[in-house]
């Protein structure tokens, strides 16, 4: 239970990229300035309320740290990301140097419309329709990728389907926590897409397939019968 008496006080520092991270999980303690440039606080927090590593981890640049009160010990996985499996970079020399090449690179529009769920394409036969989706295939060139050594190939998306008749809804969602963490530093990046679309004929089953090499998802939706109707 938390001691009212007990208090712990935070600090964002400049290195603040106005992501909103902290502001959207711990919306009691930060708020964003009126320039919306930079994350402030508003309030102390109670002790035991939080754990102090959730809110300082919130930030994908390390610009919260704590002024009052004291850290517990940090997550024995807090450093592991074990279940991410081992980053392999292509290129070992200093990220100062990848940096300095791909900064001044133009992003392919098309790869940032994956990142949106926008990349996609509808067909149909009598039958069928086959919906497919282009996944976002490399990860957005930022000064933190590099530093991070963060890899140029993006990670799996997890696919969710959902379908009710004429509607099919595709969620996507990008898992890996270290790249995640880029997601509040680089512009047009979110951690995943939701895209809803309606169709003419309503369906009634649907499968999906995911090619890894082209990185494409196909959903197939089988179109309704009068018997489905009858069965329904």
């Given amino acids: 239970m938390a001691d009212a008496t007990a208090m ?3 600090e964002v520092s400049e290195a603040c990229i106005a992501c909103d991270a902290c502001c959207d999980d711990f919306p009691d303690i ?3 300035n009126d320039d919306h440039t930079r994350a402030q606080v508003i309030n102390e927090s109670p002790v035991g309320t939080f754990n102090p590593w959730d809110i300082v981890n919130v930030c994908p640049v390390d610009a919260i740290s704590l002024i009052k009160g004291e850290m517990p010990p940090p997550p024995e996985n807090m450093d592991a990301d074990e279940d991410e499996g081992p980053i392999e970079l292509e290129d070992d020399r200093p990220w100062e140097i990848r940096w ?10 098309w790869e940032r419309m994956k990142r949106y769920g926008l990349a996609y394409s509808l067909e149909e036969d009598l039958n069928k329709y086959y919906l497919r989706f282009e996944m976002p295939a490399t990860v957005p060139n930022h000064k933190l990728k590099f530093k991070w050594g963060l890899p ?3 990670p799996e998306y997890k696919s969710e389907i959902t379908l009710d008749g004429r509607f ?5 969602q990008l898992e890996d926590k270290r790249v995640r963490k880029l997601c509040g530093a680089v512009n047009s990046f979110p951690d995943g897409f939701l895209r809803e679309l309606e ?4 369906c009634s089953n649907f499968s999906k ?3 890894p090499e082209d990185r494409i998802l196909t959903i197939t939706l089988d179109k309704a019968t009068a018997a489905d ?4």
């Fill in 209 to 211: 397939k995911y090619d």
């Fill in 8 to 10: 712990e006080a935070y």
């Fill in 152 to 154: 140029n190939k993006m």
């Fill in 168 to 172: 099919v809804k595709i969620r996507a």
């Fill in 199 to 202: 169709l003419d004929i309503p």
């Fill in 100 to 109: 300095a090449e791909a900064k001044d690179l133009e992003e392919n529009e």
């Fill in 229 to 232: 109707d009858v069965a329904a």
């Fill in 30 to 32: 930060f708020v964003m």
